[in-house]
């Protein structure tokens, strides 16, 4: 994996054990720097990662750290061994204590793999100034949604304490947590207490197996891990909420952050027909589709439906996670886009109105039910309107019907 930069590793005068572990990983020099010229050195040697083995002497400066790596482009990962108080928001936990000096190594090359991505975005979007792409500015945790399972007494506390940052999907049980794995994109999983440790381990075990789920970030908040899983932003996480919440979120951070890089490269590769926070076209690219799709389905006599889910929603996070949603459930042969007005309006080729009854009706269903928070105006619950194509329709008259259905269904 080459990377531009050195790894810098910060920590007291001593030499730490992990400076000669990470050299021997052969990804980049490692540079090992004590707090005190840690500023200077990180300005100047503008490495491709800095992991602090220590906080020990910090003081302020691993406040200033934490800020100065913050605003480096591209991405550079902060990773910080064993935090015992409350870091900031782009320190990446490890626990030194589990798993050894190899987890270390695949925390660190998940993160730089980040990082390669957020390099290549950056060069596609130098490389493509005419291709207008809508990139998002706000943090990405604002866009994060974590899945929670268990069914003991910290699960309602854990789910207060997570839902007053993110977005949150509650499961009671193994099942109800695969259904959720494979209907939505996540950004996190915090397995808590309600489960033998046997349960936790093969769920463990099939995570790890499957590529989709393997760089998740997971935090198991009870008892220890008691194999070594080919997970590499796995920690185990005791204590209260608070603690748990403010340690896993600077991974759930940077797998959001991830997460929006692949959107914004399907973006570009699709020349910004995509809108990279939501999956979905844009509403120009999707309006002159629809006037496509009218024109072929009139040139060989052919249908589709097209439906229109209002939200009652004004907060941009439910919107784009319900976008999102959509856009991973949808068939490729269906397109769609989320309108100024905070509706979402998908179109579902060669499907006939009961066919889309029933498409609609799942879609609808997983939006409301994988979409959660302790504020309940955060929920979402789509009312849909449908609408089937005519011989003599434009796009102008299937808009016009939809809201007309639109309206009725609400009156």
Known sequence: MSQQGPIVVVAARERQPSVTFLSCLNISPVVDIDWSEVSKAVERLHPAAVFVATTEGAGTAFGRLASQVAAMQPYVPLIVADPIRPCPGNALPYSSSTGGSDRLGARLKAALRVRALHTTVLRRLASNPA????????????????????????????????????GVVGALSIEAAAKHLNARELDGIIIS??????????????????????????????????????????EAMPGEPAHIVSTFLP?????????????????????????PRTGLLTVDAFHRELATAIDQAQSHDGRFSVARF??????ER???DAARILSRLMR???????????????????????????ITRRLASVMKHTAHSNKRALRV???????????????????????????????
């Open 318 to 320: 439910p919107l784009f």
């Open 310 to 315: 209002s939200l009652d929603q004004k907060q």
């Open 332 to 358: 490729r042969m269906d397109f769609g886009t989320l309108e100024n007005d905070g509706s979402i309006i998908v179109v579902f080729a060669d499907a006939d109105l009961r066919n889309a009854h029933v």
């Open 193 to 234: 207490e309600g489960f033998t440790q046997r349960v936790v381990d093969a769920l463990l075990t099939v995570l790890a197996e499957d590529t989709r789920f393997r760089n998740l970030p997971i935090a198991v908040t009870t008892g220890s891990l008691v194999a070594t899983y080919d997970l590499p932003n796995l």
């Open 131 to 166: 291709v207008p792409i809508r990139e998002p500015n706000n943090d990405p945790i604002h866009d994060a949604t974590v899945l929670l399972i268990g069914r003991g007494a910290a699960y309602p506390t854990l789910s207060v304490a997570f839902g007053e940052r993110l």
């Open 381 to 411: 619950d789509p009312h849909v309107a449908l609408t089937v194509s005519r011989p003599d329709d434009s796009a102008n008259s299937i808009l016009a019907r939809l809201n007309d259905e639109a309206c009725r269904a609400a009156s």
């Open 251 to 275: 991974l759930v951070r940077q797998h959001a952050f991830e997460a929006r890089l692949h959107r914004t490269l399907k973006s570009l590769d699709a020349g910004g027909l995509l809108d």
